[in-house]
């Protein structure tokens, strides 16, 4: 841990004086080396919550998890004081680092709209993340480690490709891509104005990867990068993401992915809830809406704010994503985990949803998502209750890296909070 | 300053009154009145709460007597009657109704079909002459989930694609066939106007005025200046002042300004201070510009509303008794809210004689407005800021409120005399895990989340209810 990084962490009023610096030697001291010492640990995984835990950190990977773990000489070591330390939260699907200014084009690159064509499977939004973007120390400050990269619906019902970013400044997503597409009204006006067709479309999409439809055909929808990227999915690599509310859609996509055999988890599913047994026998998971209880559209007409707690109860794995302004407000994911947790889901599936969940779904739960040995340590100091509002993150490690809880907000209120009189 | 002065007394006054007294200004007589009549109901004895009284206090281990619709009492150990119905608030809180600024709740309804897209007259830029309650559906099924936040009044607003997108309404969160049985009595109307991007987006992007933001201004001082026009034209004036030249000489009953322009009505209500003024309004500068145009035209900001940079500027709102209705933590989906703070609601507050409001602008946003409020009070705390106590931010969405919307006399507040507009709290309510209990409005109880009344449910929901 270097000196700036030290004075930056526990000079500024933000930090509870509670945190304390213990030992930290002048030399020798690995930035990516930790001790957290009597926290209450959530892990997200197997061993659930922990009272009184330590957790070591070595080169940026969680150690060991404990009662009273000896400090290696040298090594920097923080009190927890009993403060709740979990997994760096998802930040849900986001366009973080693809989009700045959600209304200036410029400034987004989540979506794609080509005339000719717009059927493009192989479009791969992670090609244009920003690692430097303001959004990343925004959401990071709040707890938040990783996010998934969307592609948005633009041209084609079949929005593209995103994948699962770290917000450590890194500039590569990790692990597989998912695919995203969007099924139902919202995506009629991009499938001649019927649902059914994107059944009709999506079928001879699949035919065309499977080689069924001549690459030569004057009807080919796909481009052969596009079939070659439909194909990886289709053979099972990587996940198929659907935006999807309304019930009788989602029947038909279980019945879809069954028959070509792919992996898909829901984005949305207001009405998922009706067909909870169906989702769980399929293990496809659900990022819920946690707000959702209106019906906005025809499809959202069984929206409750008990989605994420009935698909729980039948066994489905819950996660969460956000409607509206998802990417700068990604921090407000806490806040639909607290919410599915008034409303009747356990508060430790709710962490999970926040952490484990997106984490295997997305592929990269053998990296992150859980506090245990041999995983990365994303970790994060809560002042309070991580799942309430009315608490905060206190401090934030990414790959066992103190990440400066620094933001252009923080710099923007930090300005004024001074100022005494507006000019 | 006799303008200014207007509003910020008449106001007041104005709005004690349940319909524009006889003799009010023309501009503002209402040919839609108010039907709402309140239920009235038992009397309530809410015991052992901890009471968020909205004027500042916390009572703990506290009583609230409600009787007729009214607070009777407030205090420890209230002694009432066998008739009087007990509601256990050991453990719970007890809060004043929350009240939201900015809706748009019936105007842009559930479901958002093509067909109750009600909100933004976007034909002209001034459409002072329209008013949101003529577009209100009262069967949004939003309401009884806004009831269920807390809510017991609500401003609904035109939107924001115009200069001037015509009058707002003021309405009760109850359930009925019409929205005149909703329209709070007394309630004064507001005008919605509009700075900075939206407005010149829309028209710019048509080729038509405005096309920038200096195109908007020019478009308000246009405005401001028919309306005093047209309020001189419509005067009496005194005989003596009489010239053989006046134009209008012949028009009846000394209102000499010819035939009625709606438009105008509002306006001149606005310059009077009879209608008040609520400008959605992102960045400083322009909040700042419109506080000019203000003292041009010689009317009052009763509000700015989204300013998410209402915090450079929070002095000058305090020192100028304009409220700011802000979120807590949208920013950046445009340029004019890229420099939105976590803290901008609490540096809002910091000032003295400040009025922060939270407001939703939002069918979800409205079912939570306590926890807009909680977010700020933790990000306050993490940059150690003084600690902002639950008696004090209840005041952002109750008594601010009401202020802001000129119904301060009838509710906000949890004090003898007011309206029984009352949340009974499972617990502290700035928490993600808080929950209404119980809703009264005047007395009334339109909310129960654990008893057979439950919420009401609107025609709309019927044969679809999600069980």
Sequence with gaps: MSADTITRMFGGAWLGPAVMLLACAAGGANAQDLLIRNATVHTAGARGSLDNTDVLVRGGIIQAVGPALAAPAGMTVVEADGRPLTPALFGGITEIGIEEVSGESSTVDSTLKLGEQPLRPEFDVTLAYNPASVLVPVARVEGIGFTALGAHTGGGFVAGQGGVVRLDGSADPIGPRALYLRLGSAAAELTGQSRAAQWMLLQQMVDEARGRVGADSPHALLTPAGRRTLSDYLAGNGRIIVEVDRASDIRQLLRWAAREKVKVAIAGGAEAWQLAAELAQAHVPVFVDGLGNLPGTFDQIGATLENAARLHRAGVEVSFAQSGDASHNARKVRQLAGNAVAHGLPWADALAGLTRVPAQAMGVGERIGSIEPGKLADLVLWEGDPLDVAHYAEQVWLGGRAMPMRSRQTELRDRYLRRTASP | ?467
């Design chain 2, 1 to 467: 300053m006799h303008q200014l002065l207007r509003a910020g007394i008449g106001l007041a006054l104005l709005s004690l009154a349940s319909a524009p007294a006889t003799g009010a200004s023309r501009f503002i007589q209402d040919p839609y009145p108010s039907t709402y009549q309140p239920r009235g109901g038992e009397a309530v004895l809410i015991h052992n709460g901890t009471v968020l009284t909205g004027t500042g206090e916390r009572l703990d281990d506290a009583d609230v007597l409600l009787r007729d619709g009214k607070v009777v009492e407030v205090g420890r150990s209230l002694q009432a009657g066998a008739d009087v119905r007990r509601v256990d608030a050991r453990g719970r809180w007890v809060t004043p109704g929350l009240i939201d600024v900015h809706s748009h709740l019936g105007v842009y309804p559930s479901p958002g079909v093509g067909a109750h897209s009600d909100g933004n007259e976007m034909t002209a830029p001034v459409t002072a002459n329209v008013w949101a309650e003529h577009s209100v559906w009262p069967q949004d099924p939003g309401f009884a989930e806004a009831l269920a936040g807390g809510v017991t009044s609500m401003q609904v607003l035109p939107g924001s694609a115009n200069l001037v997108g015509g009058r707002g309404v003021t309405l009760k969160n109850v359930p009925a066939t019409t929205y005149q049985a909703m329209k709070f009595p007394g309630a004064p109307w507001g005008v919605k106007m509009a700075c900075g991007e939206n407005p010149k987006r829309v028209y710019g992007g048509k080729g038509t005025a405005p096309g920038t933001r200096m195109g908007n201004v020019a478009g308000y001082r246009a405005a401001f200046i028919d309306a005093s026009e047209y309020i001189a034209r419509n005067t009496a004036k005194p005989a003596k002042r009489k010239r053989w030249f006046s134009g209008d000489g012949d028009d009846s009953a000394g209102d000499s300004g010819g035939k009625r322009d709606l438009k105008l009505d509002t306006l001149a209500g606005v310059i009077q201070g009879d209608i008040r003024v609520h400008i959605h309004c992102y960045r400083a500068d322009e909040m700042s510009t419109m506080l000019d145009l203000a003292d041009e035209f010689g009317f009052k900001v009763a509000a700015f509303h989204h300013g998410v940079e209402a915090y450079k500027l929070a002095d000058r709102l305090a020192a100028d008794g304009v409220c700011a209705a802000l979120w807590a933590d949208w920013w950046g989906f445009k340029m004019e809210a890229f420099d939105g703070i976590q803290e901008n609601i609490a540096l809002v507050d910091r000032p003295a004689n400040s009025c922060a409001i939270v407001h939703s602008d939002s069918p979800e946003g409205i079912q939570r407005l306590n926890q807009e409020a909680a977010k700020v009070i933790a990000a306050a705390r993490r940059a150690d800021m003084p600690t902002i106590t639950p008696e004090h931010a209840i005041t952002w969405m109750t008594a601010n409120a009401a202020r802001a919307l000129g119904i301060e006399q009838q509710t906000g507040t949890l004090e003898p005399g007011k309206n029984a507009d009352v949340v009974v709290w499972n617990g502290n309510p700035f928490s993600s895990y808080a929950l209404a209990d119980e809703v009264f409005i005047d007395g009334f109880r339109y909310y129960d989340r654990t008893g057979p009344a439950g919420k009401p449910i609107s025609d709309f929901r019927l044969g679809q209810e999600v069980r």
